[in-house]
């Protein structure tokens, strides 16, 4: 029997990962799935697990940089509609873990829960946005999470309540867990309102950062206080670029790929502006972007 078989319909094996990310940067998965059903999901995540290959998960790859030679095992991405439903109960929202948070944020504005407008613009699908605790303007996605349905790397399915999971800044406890849904309790607020409130947060946002067109990544945390954009410029860096990489202007905590951009200079990039900020401030830089 065959590592795939049973799966050929939803795995492609060497599977380029550029199309699958913001950067379109980066080599092939020797395994790459888009399972249709929640049992092809199991049944793969067990078939990888037990024959002790590595499994990593894509959402819309917009906080993931892969490199030029690739990664071996399986990626899985949640795109199929059955792991993208959107509900709302009174004032709750059951988002599956493939949801686009633009999906989200607009379904919670439409509905008048109150929260999501705060994420408006921010690029990524709710697995991430979990995995990562994607925040905004102080808001961050945990702090609405009543509970997560999750699979662990042996197909095992758990449900997890608020008080079980633990988030902070840029990440959670979900580190390893592979998000099928979750549910979000929101206050109330008149839509109208939130619609208003939402569209003067996207102006704000859409003047900050690199548009949808351009390839682009947002890669170190804060540190101490300081925004990684600030500290950035501190160290003189905003305009430095290794190739064709360059770091952006309107906010120097993003990293925009050109057209001539290989993931070895993006990388590059990244090592110049952690050097230089630790020779000129003494701050070790944290990437927040993944690098695979
Ligand atoms: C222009 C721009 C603006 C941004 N602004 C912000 C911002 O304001 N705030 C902020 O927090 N981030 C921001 N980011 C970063 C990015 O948008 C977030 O990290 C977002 O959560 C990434 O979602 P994604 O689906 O694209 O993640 P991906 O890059 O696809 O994946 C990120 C991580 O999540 C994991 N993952 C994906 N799906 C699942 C799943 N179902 N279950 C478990 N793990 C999963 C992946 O394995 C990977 O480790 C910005 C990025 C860009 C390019």
Not at 55 to 71: D, F, M
Not at 151 to 161: A, C, H, N, P
Not at 211 to 225: L, N
Request: hydrophobic residues 40%; aromatic residues 8%.
């Amino acid at each position: 029997m065959s590592l795939i078989s049973g799966f050929e319909d939803v795995v492609k094996e060497n599977q380029p990962l550029a199309p699958f990310t913001r950067l379109k940067l980066g080599g092939v998965a020797a395994y790459f799935a888009e399972p249709q059903t929640q049992e092809q999901l199991v049944g793969l995540v067990k078939r990888f697990t037990e024959n002790e290959l590595p499994i990593r998960l894509i959402g819309a790859g917009s906080n993931t940089l892969i490199r030029n030679q690739g990664v071996g095992g399986l990626v899985i991405s949640m795109a199929s509609p059955v792991f993208c439903n959107i509900e709302i109960n009174d004032d709750t929202i059951t988002a599956g873990g493939g949801v686009q948070l633009v999906d989200f944020v607009a379904a919670a504005v439409r509905a008048g829960l109150n929260g999501p407008q705060h994420l408006v613009g921010i690029p990524g699908t709710i697995g991430a946005a979990l995995h990562n605790n994607t925040s905004a303007v102080g808001f961050d996605i945990g702090t609405w999470v009543t509970s997560v349905d999750v699979l662990t790397r042996s197909g095992e399915k758990i449900t997890y309540q608020k008080d079980e999971l633990s988030f902070s800044y840029r990440q959670s406890s979900l580190k390893d867990l592979i998000v099928l849904s979750a549910v979000f309790a929101f206050d109330r607020e008149d839509s109208e309102t939130l619609t208003k409130q939402m569209q003067k947060l996207w102006i704000v946002r859409r003047a900050a950062q690199p548009s949808a067109e351009v390839r682009s990544a947002y890669v170190f945390k804060d540190h101490g206080g300081e925004t990684a954009s600030a500290l950035i410029e501190q160290a003189g860096l905003k305009g430095t670029r290794v190739g064709d990489v360059e770091i952006c202007d309107r906010d120097p905590n993003y990293f925009v790929a050109n057209d001539d951009a290989t993931a070895e200079d993006f990388l590059k990039l990244i090592e110049l502006v952690k050097t230089q900020v630790h020779d000129q401030l003494e701050i070790n830089l944290e990437t927040s972007i993944g690098i695979w």
